[in-house]
């Protein structure tokens, strides 16, 4: 399998899935209890992630990484839809 279909499978597994980070890993502890939507996996294999914070965020698209977490219970806790909306009072 080359890199291209790697990578396509990825997408297809990953994207539009409801995630949290596996906090045990230090440098994921800042999102530790943060449910995030996968947006898309880059050709570096990462998973872009919007964490509802207004920034977008790779992390390594693998279970190593990150736990899928059921779409009903993520819907719950993921409170924004589109974090990548002006925010009034913060523009300058």
């Given at each position: ?56 965020y ?16 993520a ?18």
């Amino acid at each position: 399998m080359d890199r291209f279909q790697f990578v396509d499978d990825l997408q297809r597994e990953w994207t539009g899935k409801f995630v949290v980070v596996k906090a045990e890993r230090p440098e994921l502890k800042r999102f530790d209890g943060i449910v995030g939507r996968v947006v898309t996996v880059n050709y570096n294999g990462k998973a872009v992630i919007d964490f509802q914070d207004g920034g977008w965020y790779d992390i390594t698209a693998s279970p190593e990484f990150l736990t899928k977490v059921d779409p009903e219970e993520a819907k719950a806790k993921y409170k924004n839809v589109n974090s990548a909306q002006p925010i009034p009072e913060k523009q300058g």
